[in-house]
């Protein structure tokens, strides 16, 4: 083989090597792409129609294995909860706010299995009810597993963080 073919066999290798890293998605990526939306659903538009909202709603259980264990640290309080009942709770707190902000800030992920996710963040909330405004940061530590091709979450446990 000669010089010019294996420049050529070399970047067409180089190529593969670019395009499966860049166009596969590996775990990171598939986890915080299902936080991105896990986020989307659970925020609330001022002006967000109500069969949007619905839609939302129904798609928040989704995320989450079927029991799903959370911890309320704060509250001493554990709980193996229903998808459905998750998404009831969560729903009911969406229709309590006109408007309603999730964001993940500090997203620690770290993979102990294949297939699972230990994550460690800060959630952000700010919202509007009844005229007034409403802002709370909580530390979230969850594990998500990859159940029959999508990451749910297993566990989640609430830290409230104190007030500064």
Known sequence: MNSKGLIGVC????????????????????????????????????????????????????????????????????KELRRKEITDRVVLIRNTYSQLQVKFHDVSIVFPAETTADIHMTMRLTGVTAGSDMADVQEVEARMKKLDGEWLFTDVTLVEVLAR
């Open 11 to 78: 970047i067409a290798a180089l190529l593969v090597v670019v395009l499966v890293f860049v166009l596969l998605p590996n775990k990171e990526k598939q986890v915080r792409k299902r936080l991105r939306q896990l986020v989307e659903y659970v925020s609330r538009e001022a002006d967000e129609p109500p069969l949007a909202s619905l839609q939302k709603g129904r798609r928040i259980g989704l995320f989450f294995a079927d029991p799903c264990r959370v911890i309320l640290q704060g509250k001493m309080d554990e």
